[in-house]
């Protein structure tokens, strides 16, 4: 420990004089618990005594209690930056027991400001810099990052630490060569570091299609049995084999504080949307425990204006994901439209995920205001949201902006509510209200927003310009019929698999065509003829094909005659570009809206009859295509024509319903009702 032995307190204090002195003689005797009560009773007679509150967390530090031992020793520096010079004091150890105890409580705000006030008093230290590097990284603040790096000491370029972070810049940016090289040296450094091993896998997972990203997974798992990153990344690769049930059990894995963190919760919740064997209570006590706790709706201090004009609605989400392209954009731009923009002012808030790559906003887009937000950080996201002043803010895309969660909870707009590619909501006090459609929703109470049906549908739908004339039905020219599945490969899981299996034995010559991205990789395929056999698939009547750009997907389909779909997560997208091409689909009615695209696309294309109740009632619905090819082709020669007709495929009949709703939300909130209380729109 320091030496005590410092000035006496100035201005002269006889009374604290002699309590200076008594407890420097105690801590020169050993007995600290002694010195800390008397230096205590120093700095309550003189808060300003350095030196008093440098031994106070001396005393503590030395005890165990890191964080509080730093407060007391950051309050000394503060009074007296030359304290920072002191031989012998143990300052950047007690700034990274501090920090590590900070990370290890989850006290994501305590571990930036420690790492800024370690490299502020520590500059030369390259765990200082480190500890820096990550808290920047967790901001999502890129720039910042790269301009601590570029300041590393020499002796840096051989830190694990900061050659991960070097690693995870790189990653963020989408720079993969430079991501893996940086993390290979901070393994050569540092070889049981757990975290750089998570982020090798993570690397390969994205970067090349998860060829070893496995080994990197299990090395990070055996050096750290706990490593969160490296158990989501496992699950992950589960769930792109199709085996939704391993992957759940693995996300469940991780203890609940984390996994219901913004961070995770959209992937924890994804993956247990997928899996066959989740039951609606574990969801359920998921969605109840979702972190922050913060920013429920509350009445209004004031009163309100019920119909403002305009109403200020401001979208956020992740807007170059292709979903957000093809099922919202146009409807928005139809905001802009000459009989509503005195209405209704829309604005649109791009941002991006923290680990990823940043993107621009997709070019284009007419009429209405695009602000890109300039780091991923929560606060950056709120303040953009602010300076707009929204009546109603729509969160488009939560399962990739864990950001968004922390900013909604700061409540930046009056009703707040969620419409995008979901699985049926969040649990987050923050969201009002779910946008959604009554063919969507099986059960209100299995939602932890208040469901808001839309008339026209829960998407908007933009038809491929360039798609070719569906053709008639393929069976008219091969004698035979032939099924489609058009899912990604996370969707496709056993019991499926098992399914189909039971409908081609029953429809013999009848052939099925399997397409996924994910099949490009030779192991891929290998794993589901594997998988398929297993299932009593017979694989000389399956063909598999991997990804294909927009005009190969168009082509492919119109090799099929009848799509199969997936559950529990049904095809969105995928069946409304099957629907325009004239190919019905096959699906299964589940609990929940990610189990119900299909279902509402189905219902409002006039097919409730493709729809079924029961996986039996699915196998007997497909057989029965083989016997009814004249319903087929009258199908396909007209499919298409039906679904142009529809509002969902209208830009401003869509855009106009979501006006609606919205005025309808403000109105509630107006009267002190919480949004989508007021009976519109409710199931």
Same mark, same amino acid.
């Given at each position: ?287 109840? $425990? ?7 709706? /509350?009445? %209004? @201090?004031?009163?309100? #204006? =019920?119909?403002?004009? +305009?109403? *200020? ?113 969040? $649990? ?7 946008? /959604?459609? %009554? @063919?969507?929703?099986? #059960? =209100?109470?299995?939602? +932890?927003? *208040? ?122 997208? /995928? ?109």
């Amino acid at each position: 420990m320091v030496e005590p032995n410092a000035p006496a307190p100035t201005p002269v204090d006889s009374a604290a004089r002699a309590l200076f002195s008594r407890a420097v003689t105690a801590l020169q005797a050993g007995r600290h618990d002694e010195a800390e009560a008397v230096f205590a009773r120093v700095v309550e007679r003189l808060p300003a005594h350095a030196n008093s509150w440098r031994n106070l967390g001396l005393i503590r530090h030395a005890r165990g209690e890191t964080r509080d031992g730093w407060r007391c020793l950051r309050r000394a520096l503060l009074l007296d930056p030359a304290i920072a010079e002191t031989p012998g004091l143990p300052l950047s150890r007690v700034c990274a027991d501090a920090h590590r105890t900070a990370q290890h409580a989850g006290l994501t705000a305590n571990v930036d400001a420690i790492a800024r006030d370690w490299l502020r008093w520590c500059p030369n230290d390259s765990a200082a810099l480190g500890a820096a590097v990550m808290a920047a990284l967790a901001a999502g603040a890129l720039d910042q990052t790269a301009a601590l790096l570029a300041n590393r000491p020499t002796e840096g370029d051989r830190d694990p630490t900061l050659n991960h972070g070097r690693a995870l810049l790189a990653l963020a940016r989408g720079q993969a060569t430079t991501a893996r090289r940086a993390a290979r040296a901070a393994l050569c450094a540092a070889p049981g570091y757990a975290a750089a091993w998570t982020t090798l896998g993570t690397v390969a997972t994205r970067h090349q299609d998860g060829e070893d990203a496995e080994p990197a997974f299990r090395r990070a798992l055996h050096l750290d049995p706990a490593n969160t990153g490296a158990v989501m990344g496992l699950a992950a690769l589960r769930l792109s084999e199709g085996d939704a049930d391993a992957a759940a059990a693995l996300v469940l894995r991780v203890p609940p504080t984390l996994r219901r963190s913004p961070a995770l919760i959209g992937d924890v919740l994804s993956i247990l949307h997928h899996a066959p064997g989740i039951t609606t209570d574990r969801i359920a006590a998921e969605h109840a $425990g979702v972190e922050p706790r913060a920013g429920a709706w /509350t009445p %209004a @201090a004031t009163p309100q #204006d =019920p119909a403002p004009a +305009p109403l *200020r609605v401001v979208y956020v989400g992740d807007l170059g994901r292709p979903q957000v392209a093809a099922l919202a954009l146009p409807a928005i731009e139809a905001h802009a439209r000459p009989n509503a923009s005195a209405r209704i002012a829309a604005h649109l808030v791009h941002a991006t995920p923290a680990d990823h790559a940043p993107t621009p906003p997709p070019s284009g887009i007419v009429g209405v205001p695009v602000h890109t937000v300039p780091t991923a950080s929560p606060q950056a996201l709120l303040e953009t949201i602010r300076t707009l002043s929204p009546h109603v803010l729509v969160l488009l895309t939560p399962t990739t902006l864990p950001q968004a969660l922390e900013a909604l909870a700061e409540r930046p707009a009056p009703v707040q509510v969620l419409w995008g590619d979901v699985f049926g909501g969040l $649990g987050l006090p923050a969201l009002d209200a779910l946008l /959604t459609d %009554a @063919a969507h929703v099986a #059960d =209100p109470t299995l939602l +932890p927003e *208040r469901p808001v049906c839309l008339p026209h549908g829960a998407y908007f739908f933009q038809p491929p310009p360039d798609a070719p004339d569906p053709g008639p039905p393929p069976m008219r020219t091969r004698g035979h019929l032939t099924f489609g599945s058009f899912n990604r490969m996370d969707k496709i899981n056993d019991p499926l698999l098992a399914r189909w299996g039971r409908v081609l034995a029953a429809c013999p010559g009848a052939r099925l065509v399997v397409q996924a991205r994910a099949l490009d990789r030779a192991a891929v395929r290998a794993a589901l003829r594997a998988r398929m056999t297993r299932a009593g698939l017979d694989i000389d009547r399956v063909s598999l094909e991997g990804g294909r750009d927009r005009a190969g997907m168009m082509a492919l389909y119109a090799t099929v005659d009848v799509a199969l779909d997936s559950d529990p997560w049904s095809g969105g997208l /995928t069946v409304l570009e099957l629907l325009w091409m004239g190919v019905p689909t096959i699906t299964l009615a589940g609990r929940y809206p990610n189990g119900r695209h299909a279902v509402s696309h189905l219902t409002r294309a006039g097919l409730a009859d493709w729809i079924a109740t029961t996986p039996e009632d699915y196998v007997t619905r497909a057989i029965m295509m083989d016997r009814q090819r004249d319903a087929l082709t009258d199908i396909r020669a007209h499919l298409r024509d039906r679904l142009r007709g529809l509002p969902l495929c209208d830009p401003a009949a869509y855009a106009a319903q979501l006006e609606d709703a919205f005025r309808a939300l403000w109105a509630d909130h107006a009267a002190g009702r919480p949004p989508g209380s007021g009976g519109a729109g409710q199931t």
